[in-house]
T-cell receptor, first 116, second 113 residues
């Protein structure tokens, strides 16, 4: 079974440009999460999809970030325009049953974003 | 105060010894507790979770939870060089919609042959 995949693995862009990150969850997982780790800080939650619906987007830092999950399959996270403080590693995770508090989230390898 | 706190380390452990990692959390509504292992440049990988007070063992790993003290720990027995990694403590809260995880900063473990 394929794990969570993310593309690209690295992205280097200039301030003011737009970047789109993609996440493909494990097949059959309805729940998809985005997290971010900026340098020197802990991993922080951004948002949670259940199928194509946003369940919780309380962690999104501002309106420069837009997440979508069309058709309830893969998800994209767009940053427009990118700022220096957006640099970090963006992780995607997926799980089967968000109704169970012990539902396991499986993480992707992350996308390392560098904004110059 | 951070929501989930861990000693950043590094925790240096001789091969074959027990590594003891600690994690404290501030939200008394926290319901489930997860330990992830992350090798440099790789994705976090779940080691185990615990949600009841007491101990839970899985192979060389034992998780311990004390909700009254808001404390969770991970013991790694017979530590191996391959256990050298960053260990992340994460909690989920019953107040949260869905199961978003709140992470600590991680403890770096170095197992020396």
């Amino acid at each position: 079974e394929a794990g969570v995949t993310q593309f690209p693995s690295h992205s280097v862009i200039e301030k003011g440009q737009t970047v789109t990150l993609r996440c493909d969850p494990i097949s059959g997982h309805d729940n998809l999460y985005w997290y971010r780790r900026v340098m020197g800080k802990e991993i922080k939650f951004l948002l949670h999809f259940v199928k194509e619906s946003k369940q919780d987007e309380s962690g999104m830092p501002n309106n420069r970030f837009l997440a979508e999950r069309t058709g309830g399959t893969y998800s994209t996270l767009k940053v427009q325009p990118a700022e220096l403080e957006d640099s970090g590693v963006y992780f995607c995770a997926s799980s089967q049953r968000a109704t169970a508090s012990t539902d396991t989230q499986y993480f992707g390898p992350g996308t390392r974003l560098t904004v110059l | 105060q951070k929501e989930v706190e861990q000693n950043s380390g590094p925790l240096s452990v001789p091969e074959g010894a027990i590594a003891s990692l600690n994690c404290t959390y501030s939200d008394r509504g926290s319901q489930s507790f997860f330990w992830y292992r992350q090798y440099s440049g790789k994705s976090p990988e779940l080691i185990m979770f615990i949600y009841s007070n007491g101990d839970k063992e899985d192979g060389r790993f034992t998780a311990q939870l004390n909700k009254a003290s808001q404390y969770v720990s991970l013991l790694i027995r017979d530590s191996q060089p391959s256990d050298s990694a960053t260990y992340l403590c994460a909690v989920s809260s019953i107040k949260a919609a869905g199961n978003k995880l709140t992470f600590g900063g991680g403890t770096r473990v170095l197992v020396k042959p």
